[in-house]
């Protein structure tokens, strides 16, 4: 059965860090892209950041600058570093991974979700 484990979650103060990893595992499909989602409460999910297998990333325009994306394909594991930290970033986060069949898209699979809280 595939899954996908976000962990890294919690409660930081405006300007802090945290760190999100989400590990894919069960899957006998190559993982193309990977990457993070987030819903603040009452509001539509909205993509934070992806990667390609190969490392080309794309960001938001509201975290440009302070979150990054990486991955250890090895392991099927994506990481979001997020710094300077802001009250807006609040949000349920989710990863995602899509996995293909050479260069086709069997299906798109999705994390449990992460809450992160930004406060003072």
């Known amino acids: 059965q595939v899954q996908l484990v976000a962990s890294g979650g919690g409660l930081a103060q405006p300007g802090g860090s945290l760190r999100l990893s989400c590990a894919s595992s069960?899957?006998?499909?190559?993982?193309?892209?990977m990457g993070w989602y987030r819903q603040p409460p009452g509001k539509p999910r909205e993509l934070v950041a992806r990667?390609?297998?190969?490392?080309?990333?794309t960001y938001a325009d509201s975290v440009k600058g302070r979150f990054t994306i990486s991955r250890d394909n090895a392991k099927n594991t994506v990481y979001l570093q997020m710094n300077s930290l802001e009250p807006e970033d609040s949000a349920v986060y989710f990863c995602?991974?899509?996995?293909?069949?050479?260069?086709?898209?069997?299906?798109?699979?999705w994390g449990q979700g992460t809450q992160v809280t930004v406060s003072s």
């Open positions: 990667i390609t297998s190969g490392g080309a990333t």
């Open positions: 069960g899957s006998s499909f190559v993982i193309n892209a």
């Open positions: 995602s991974a899509d996995y293909f069949h050479s260069t086709r898209l069997v299906f798109s699979s």
